[in-house]
């Protein structure tokens, strides 16, 4: 269909009540090829067998089918939509289109209904309705039976629906678990205090088809009722964790809304969900220019929506100032600064041109709207809506745009936002970027009512030239890098004086360095700032960048750190328009580079680590073991060779262990969570290492005839509690068949000789330095006979050594012992030995006085290294690891069933804890092991030295104190001293003889 064939955007008719797909008159767009078609035609013919209800509609009705054919052609999701559950297609063609939506909207809406309704059913619920939505609104959007406006709006509705559905049954599963008490159970939401707000695109109804959405959560502690105020924050945090999961997790049924909760106040070192009252105080003393523009289109979706609307009341005055102070200006231009730093993206052209940051797209005229109601919102309460076309209306109305911008700019925004849904429809992407090919072009062009890409081309690029010559009349095309602290001047080869000035007022001691540093990024020398593109970003960054290191102490040493970081950087663009756009990005790097040398250190050395941050779920949620495995096979499967596979493995392990430390500064991960993920990496590594190596090993000498293999992990690695940098305590234990004597291979082995190599190898493999570092310290000394026996253990000779030589601190490590990789069947066998010797019956009086005469042992030998020393202080770790141990041992004698081997110490007290002591020790015990857990993860993962408080870095003690729940240093350091006093003293008795 030609151009001006087309209906107008602004002119096309939302769907009404009569509506419905199956009374099409006329075919408003064709296939992508008569080959295309005929192929569609045939497949819609079997979906006819599988549900007969399609057959009138693909034979009798002419348009009806040639519109299908034509839709199913351009849009490959759409097509396997429907091909899912043709009966879902057969209704829709059937059924009204306001009754087919609204009756999904409603099953969202009630998803979270009947008796003990689990997360898996109430995501499928979610998934099958979320995706005959979305086949609905688009075939619809396509046939001209609706506009980008009613499916924005429709969309945006079941967004809040699902996730109101997800809230009431999250809160309702809180309220059966006695964690929170709801006022009613068949409304959990109503009263609950638990405010959920959409943000963006979903706060103002105009959700894209294939979009995330943005919430922020806040909630009144009195209002929730939870059974113990202060166990709130980690009841929200697991329940948003899992809203999270339900909502964006694939599926079979695919997945309802990706989901990110980064809109938050300071989302690098806040809960997922904040106190109102907390929240307010942010907003009111250290809220941000850019959080002014994101509340405009705030709205609550679920949870308590009167409590929700009155926390935005309450936000009102933050958002749209009374009066235009020279502090708002300031504010306002640094929002232009960030759009200008953010759209880039050269000069107009139609082919891979960014419809929403590029050039003339839809974010320059919401930019353009959100600006002038920033300026005139505080004054005028008609600017303070959340609709861009509404907005745009009053801005007319009101004198601050003359009707033909308005005209203009509401028929260009609905016009690219029609473009932009049809983007995502192809393959259900959430992407903006036009495609860069001819033919993909036109399937665009074809989807939008065009006969071609040529007629297409032509009146999108009016469209856009037409916003970014409005656009430009708003903002100048320059920005100033004059701050409200005075001049940030960078250019010629001295220092400007009043710059030096502005420098030190930001917090710095030698504002010369940091001058000439600043003027090296400026005139080019790195690799990162060489591109023209990558200067101007980097300099509208600037102003953030030094304000942000001028607020922590050590604000140069800070930012030194950054400059080492960027010496290295291979290239910058992306990095400065995300740290740009991301105030919480950047606030997380200070974070880093003021609070955590080793980090910066690999960071510095090894930036591409920092890529992993570009993963929006990063803030959010813990990796799941599944998902890092399937991660991991993915980045190993390009790896050609052996050295080329060890590398990779150590490039994986070296970003993944960085992300984890970035969620546990952060406060994603807390101290235990932390030990567990970072073991969950260390096996999957190490697995792969010995799949490696045991290649390389059959390639070189064959295999031994029913050989077989287990990976014993021990210490913290078997407990599940790694910190940063841990060793790996490892045992390999072998079997094979008694009449086998060498292995089938070019160069055969005798199986001492063979498992012996194979596990030599494997250390190797894993501590050997490459040039992409090292993996882990091995240690292996945990064996049978410690360093003077052979690397590798036959399984006969291990169970025998275990249960009849062994000594008593020997089986203390077996407690923590854990298969990890090798064969199945061996892994069974081993884990039953570990069993066996752990539920023996032994001299209690003997075993008492062999773990008292071991720890003060290494009292003895291994003093600690100062109070910090968190492991070997008396009644620190080790005291804590014992007691453990000690009761572990010790539970078969008294007829108690212990946990397996391998079991965390955490989960070992809550076991026997209450069989061996009093409650209050046992709850000492426990808090003691979770404090010290916490800050050692912080100390190991930020240090490689001792810890010295007066030497530390300052953002390093604000880490502590957060992890410590404690308000300062010295009230952090006489908890530690109380506790460990106290756990001395109990584990004293506790291994008494």
């Given at each position: 269909?030609?151009?001006?064939?087309?209906?107008?955007?602004?002119?096309?008719?939302?769907?009404?009540?009569?509506?419905?797909?199956?009374?099409?008159?006329?075919?408003?767009?064709?296939?992508?090829?008569?080959?295309?078609?005929?192929?569609?035609?045939?497949?819609?013919?079997?979906?006819?067998?599988?549900?007969?209800?399609?057959?009138?509609?693909?034979?009798?009705?002419?348009?009806?089918?040639?519109?299908?054919?034509?839709?199913?052609?351009?849009?490959?999701?759409?097509?396997?939509?429907?091909?899912?559950?043709?009966?879902?297609?057969?209704?829709?063609?059937?059924?009204?289109?306001?009754?087919?939506?609204?009756?999904?909207?409603?099953?969202?809406?009630?998803?979270?209904?009947?008796?003990?309704?689990?997360?898996?059913?109430?995501?499928?619920?979610?998934?099958?309705?979320?995706?005959?939505?979305?086949?609905?609104?688009?075939?619809?959007?396509?046939?001209?039976?609706?506009?980008?406006?009613?499916?924005?709006?429709?969309?945006?509705?079941?967004?809040?629906?699902?996730?109101?559905?997800?809230?009431?049954?999250?809160?309702?599963?809180?309220?059966?678990?006695?964690?929170?008490?709801?006022?009613?159970?068949?409304?959990?939401?109503?009263?609950?205090?638990?405010?959920?707000?959409?943000?963006?695109?979903?706060?103002?109804?105009?959700?894209?088809?294939?979009?995330?959405?943005?919430?922020?959560?806040?909630?009144?502690?009195?209002?929730?009722?939870?059974?113990?105020?202060?166990?709130?924050?980690?009841?929200?945090?697991?329940?948003?964790?899992?809203?999270?999961?339900?909502?964006?997790?694939?599926?079979?049924?695919?997945?309802?809304?990706?989901?990110?909760?980064?809109?938050?106040?300071?989302?690098?070192?806040?809960?997922?969900?904040?106190?109102?009252?907390?929240?307010?105080?942010?907003?009111?003393?250290?809220?941000?220019?850019?959080?002014?523009?994101?509340?405009?289109?705030?709205?609550?979706?679920?949870?308590?929506?009167?409590?929700?609307?009155?926390?935005?009341?309450?936000?009102?005055?933050?958002?749209?100032?009374?009066?235009?102070?020279?502090?708002?200006?300031?504010?306002?231009?640094?929002?232009?600064?960030?759009?200008?730093?953010?759209?880039?993206?050269?000069?107009?052209?139609?082919?891979?041109?960014?419809?929403?940051?590029?050039?003339?797209?839809?974010?320059?005229?919401?930019?353009?709207?959100?600006?002038?109601?920033?300026?005139?919102?505080?004054?005028?309460?008609?600017?303070?809506?959340?609709?861009?076309?509404?907005?745009?209306?009053?801005?007319?109305?009101?004198?601050?745009?003359?009707?033909?911008?308005?005209?203009?700019?509401?028929?260009?925004?609905?016009?690219?936002?029609?473009?932009?849904?049809?983007?995502?429809?192809?393959?259900?992407?959430?992407?903006?970027?036009?495609?860069?090919?001819?033919?993909?072009?036109?399937?665009?062009?074809?989807?939008?009512?065009?006969?071609?890409?040529?007629?297409?081309?032509?009146?999108?690029?009016?469209?856009?030239?037409?916003?970014?010559?409005?656009?430009?009349?708003?903002?100048?095309?320059?920005?100033?890098?004059?701050?409200?602290?005075?001049?940030?001047?960078?250019?010629?080869?001295?220092?400007?004086?009043?710059?030096?000035?502005?420098?030190?007022?930001?917090?710095?001691?030698?504002?010369?360095?940091?001058?000439?540093?600043?003027?090296?990024?400026?005139?080019?020398?790195?690799?990162?700032?060489?591109?023209?593109?990558?200067?101007?970003?980097?300099?509208?960054?600037?102003?953030?960048?030094?304000?942000?290191?001028?607020?922590?102490?050590?604000?140069?040493?800070?930012?030194?750190?950054?400059?080492?970081?960027?010496?290295?950087?291979?290239?910058?663009?992306?990095?400065?328009?995300?740290?740009?756009?991301?105030?919480?990005?950047?606030?997380?790097?200070?974070?880093?580079?003021?609070?955590?040398?080793?980090?910066?250190?690999?960071?510095?050395?090894?930036?591409?680590?920092?890529?992993?941050?570009?993963?929006?779920?990063?803030?959010?949620?813990?990796?799941?073991?599944?998902?890092?495995?399937?991660?991991?096979?993915?980045?190993?499967?390009?790896?050609?060779?052996?050295?080329?596979?060890?590398?990779?493995?150590?490039?994986?392990?070296?970003?993944?262990?960085?992300?984890?430390?970035?969620?546990?500064?952060?406060?994603?991960?807390?101290?235990?969570?932390?030990?567990?993920?970072?073991?969950?990496?260390?096996?999957?590594?190490?697995?792969?290492?010995?799949?490696?190596?045991?290649?390389?090993?059959?390639?070189?000498?064959?295999?031994?005839?029913?050989?077989?293999?287990?990976?014993?992990?021990?210490?913290?690695?078997?407990?599940?509690?790694?910190?940063?940098?841990?060793?790996?305590?490892?045992?390999?234990?072998?079997?094979?068949?008694?009449?086998?004597?060498?292995?089938?291979?070019?160069?055969?082995?005798?199986?001492?000789?063979?498992?012996?190599?194979?596990?030599?190898?494997?250390?190797?493999?894993?501590?050997?330095?490459?040039?992409?570092?090292?993996?882990?310290?091995?240690?292996?000394?945990?064996?049978?006979?410690g360093n003077k026996g052979p690397v590798a253990t036959r399984m006969p000779a291990f169970a025998r050594y275990q249960q009849e030589e062994a000594w008593t601190w020997e089986h203390l490590a077996l407690t923590r012992a854990r298969a990890i990789a090798g064969?199945?069947?061996?892994?069974?066998?081993?884990?039953?030995?570990?069993?066996?010797?752990?539920?023996?019956?032994?001299?209690?009086?003997?075993?008492?006085?062999?773990?008292?005469?071991?720890?003060?042992?290494?009292?003895?030998?291994?003093?600690?290294?100062?109070?910090?020393?968190?492991?070997?202080?008396?009644?620190?770790?080790?005291?804590?690891?014992?007691?453990?141990?000690?009761?572990?041992?010790?539970?078969?004698g008294r007829g108690i069933a212990a946990p397996p081997s391998g079991t965390p110490t955490r989960a070992v007290l809550a076991q026997l804890g209450p069989q061996f002591l009093s409650p209050e020790d046992a709850e000492t015990l426990t808090h003691a092991l979770?404090?010290?857990?916490?800050?050692?993860?912080?100390?190991?993962?930020?240090?490689?030295?001792?810890?010295?408080?007066?030497?530390?870095?300052?953002?390093?003690?604000?880490?502590?104190?957060?992890?410590?729940?404690?308000?300062?240093?010295?009230?952090?350091?006489?908890?530690?001293?109380?506790?460990?006093?106290?756990?001395?003293?109990?584990?004293?008795?506790?291994?008494?003889?």
């Amino acid at each position: 269909m030609a151009d001006k064939e087309r209906p107008a955007p602004e002119s096309r008719p939302p769907h009404d009540e009569a509506a419905r797909l199956g009374a099409l008159a006329r075919n408003p767009i064709m296939p992508m090829s008569k080959a295309e078609a005929k192929a569609g035609l045939a497949d819609l013919r079997a979906l006819a067998r599988e549900a007969p209800a399609l057959a009138p509609f693909l034979e009798d009705a002419a348009a009806v089918r040639d519109f299908l054919v034509a839709a199913f052609s351009l849009s490959p999701y759409l097509r396997d939509a429907a091909a899912l559950r043709p009966a879902v297609l057969a209704e829709l063609l059937a059924t009204p289109l306001n009754v087919f939506l609204e009756a999904r909207i409603a099953s969202a809406r009630n998803a979270w209904q009947g008796e003990g309704v689990s997360d898996g059913e109430i995501m499928t619920r979610l998934r099958r309705a979320k995706r005959e939505m979305a086949l609905a609104l688009a075939l619809a959007d396509l046939a001209r039976l609706s506009d980008a406006k009613a499916s924005a709006r429709d969309l945006s509705r079941f967004a809040g629906a699902a996730v109101s559905a997800v809230v009431d049954h999250l809160l309702l599963g809180a309220h059966k678990a006695g964690q929170i008490h709801l006022a009613d159970e068949r409304r959990p939401s109503a009263g609950s205090g638990v405010i959920v707000l959409g943000m963006g695109k979903l706060g103002a109804g105009e959700l894209n088809f294939s979009s995330d959405i943005d919430l922020v959560v806040f909630y009144e502690p009195q209002a929730a009722g939870f059974a113990d105020p202060s166990d709130a924050p980690e009841i929200f945090a697991r329940l948003l964790r899992r809203l999270i999961r339900i909502l964006q997790e694939r599926t079979g049924d695919g997945y309802v809304f990706r989901t990110d909760l980064r809109l938050r106040p300071d989302p690098g070192a806040t809960p997922l969900a904040i106190p109102v009252e907390a929240a307010l105080i942010y907003y009111e003393g250290r809220g941000q220019n850019w959080e002014r523009a994101a509340f405009i289109k705030a709205q609550p979706v679920a949870g308590d929506l009167e409590a929700g609307a009155g926390f935005l009341r309450e936000l009102r005055p933050f958002v749209f100032r009374k009066y235009l102070d020279y502090a708002a200006i300031a504010d306002i231009h640094s929002i232009k600064r960030q759009i200008h730093a953010h759209k880039g993206h050269g000069e107009i052209a139609v082919k891979g041109h960014n419809v929403k940051l590029g050039r003339g797209g839809i974010r320059e005229i919401e930019f353009f709207v959100q600006t002038q109601q920033l300026i005139a919102g505080g004054r005028t309460p008609s600017l303070r809506g959340r609709e861009t076309e509404a907005m745009l209306a009053e801005l007319a109305r009101e004198g601050w745009i003359d009707g033909q911008t308005r005209d203009e700019l509401t028929a260009a925004y609905w016009f690219l936002r029609d473009v932009e849904h049809r983007i995502q429809m192809v393959h259900d992407e959430q992407s903006h970027v036009l495609p860069t090919s001819e033919a993909e072009l036109k399937r665009i062009a074809l989807m939008m009512g065009f006969a071609d890409a040529r007629s297409f081309s032509e009146a999108l690029s009016k469209v856009l030239r037409r916003v970014e010559r409005r656009y430009a009349q708003l903002f100048e095309r320059e920005a100033s890098l004059t701050t409200e602290s005075g001049n940030l001047v960078f250019t010629g080869q001295s220092d400007d004086p009043d710059t030096l000035e502005t420098l030190r007022r930001l917090g710095y001691e030698r504002p010369e360095d940091i001058s000439r540093v600043l003027r090296t990024w400026h005139n080019g020398r790195y690799r990162a700032t060489q591109s023209v593109e990558a200067r101007e970003r980097l300099t509208e960054l600037t102003p953030a960048l030094l304000k942000v290191f001028g607020e922590s102490r050590r604000a140069d040493e800070a930012l030194l750190r950054f400059d080492g970081f960027l010496r290295q950087l291979p290239a910058g663009i992306q990095l400065f328009s995300l740290l740009g756009n991301n105030p919480g990005l950047l606030s997380l790097l200070v974070t880093i580079m003021s609070s955590a040398p080793r980090l910066a250190e690999i960071v510095a050395a090894r930036p591409h680590v920092f890529d992993g941050l570009l993963d929006r779920r990063l803030l959010a949620e813990r990796p799941e073991r599944a998902a890092l495995a399937a991660r991991l096979v993915d980045f190993l499967a390009p790896a050609r060779h052996y050295e080329d596979r060890l590398d990779r493995l150590r490039i994986f392990a070296a970003e993944q262990r960085f992300l984890l430390g970035i969620r546990l500064l952060t406060g994603v991960l807390d101290g235990e969570a932390s030990g567990e993920a970072l073991t969950d990496l260390a096996d999957l590594v190490i697995a792969a290492a010995l799949e490696a190596v045991e290649a390389e090993m059959v390639a070189a000498h064959g295999v031994i005839p029913g050989g077989r293999l287990a990976l014993i992990a021990m210490g913290k690695a078997g407990s599940r509690e790694l910190t940063a940098g841990s060793d790996i305590d490892l045992i390999l234990i072998y079997d094979h068949d008694d009449e086998q004597v060498e292995s089938d291979g070019p160069r055969p082995l005798d199986p001492t000789r063979y498992y012996a190599r194979l596990t030599q190898r494997l250390i190797a493999a894993l501590s050997a330095p490459t040039a992409e570092g090292v993996l882990y310290a091995v240690d292996m000394r945990l064996r049978p006979s410690g360093n003077k026996g052979p690397v590798a253990t036959r399984m006969p000779a291990f169970a025998r050594y275990q249960q009849e030589e062994a000594w008593t601190w020997e089986h203390l490590a077996l407690t923590r012992a854990r298969a990890i990789a090798g064969d199945a069947g061996l892994m069974a066998e081993a884990t039953a030995v570990f069993a066996a010797i752990l539920s023996a019956p032994r001299d209690p009086r003997q075993t008492a006085k062999d773990v008292a005469e071991m720890r003060a042992l290494i009292d003895k030998e291994k003093a600690p290294d100062g109070a910090w020393d968190l492991k070997l202080i008396p009644g620190g770790l080790v005291d804590l690891e014992f007691s453990a141990q000690f009761m572990m041992l010790m539970a078969a004698g008294r007829g108690i069933a212990a946990p397996p081997s391998g079991t965390p110490t955490r989960a070992v007290l809550a076991q026997l804890g209450p069989q061996f002591l009093s409650p209050e020790d046992a709850e000492t015990l426990t808090h003691a092991l979770h404090l010290m857990t916490a800050l050692s993860q912080v100390l190991r993962l930020c240090l490689d030295d001792p810890f010295e408080p007066e030497e530390a870095p300052a953002g390093l003690i604000d880490l502590l104190c957060r992890a410590g729940d404690a308000p300062d240093m010295k009230v952090l350091e006489a908890e530690l001293r109380g506790l460990g006093k106290s756990v001395r003293r109990i584990f004293t008795a506790l291994a008494s003889p």
